[in-house]
């Protein structure tokens, strides 16, 4: 009988997350990240394309970086797999479900599946990554919070506001934490929302 061949699930996290996981080695052989007592081996992310290298000779290799506010890390392909990579340039959202894999002490991975995607998709992950995380509940800090969203807005007043996605990428705390204190100055009169998902400063 043949033995049914299990895939390891593809875990999502940031890059931030994979980068300070703890590698387990066998041998020279990268054999899981321990990423808070999970064994990852597969992982699914999201991030943007900061740069690329490809060498299409007699020794095919192609890496891109990517980011997504966490950090950065590589994707790696050699030989006939470079086609995965070739077709994504600087600026490109990419959904990466990869193997992790580690040589000479460097962290990467190599690339199963790579999809272009919509930068909202970057937004999506931070609260699925985020989701487990306890939310915001002291008052000080919500006031904090909600005093550093105002003064983000009024720093945008010359470029004519900002947008909430960009403000919920930059800031450390959960989306719907964020969202909530945005409400609340709406509500107030202190900012207000020219168009859908744009604020701007009222004071």
Known sequence: MQQEYKRNTAYKYRVGQIITGKPVMEGDKLKHLDINGKQVVRINLIANVIDKYIQDGEKKFASITVDDGTGQVKIKTFGDDIEKLTPYNQGDTLLVIGLARSWNNELYLTPEIVKKKDTTYLLIRK????ADLPKTTDPTQRNALKDLILTLVKDAEKDQGIDIEKMILDLKD???TINQEIKKLLEEGMIYE?????LRYLG
């Open 194 to 198: 020219p168009r859908p998902g744009r």
């Open 127 to 130: 609260a699925e990554c985020e």
């Open 174 to 176: 959960h989306p719907s």
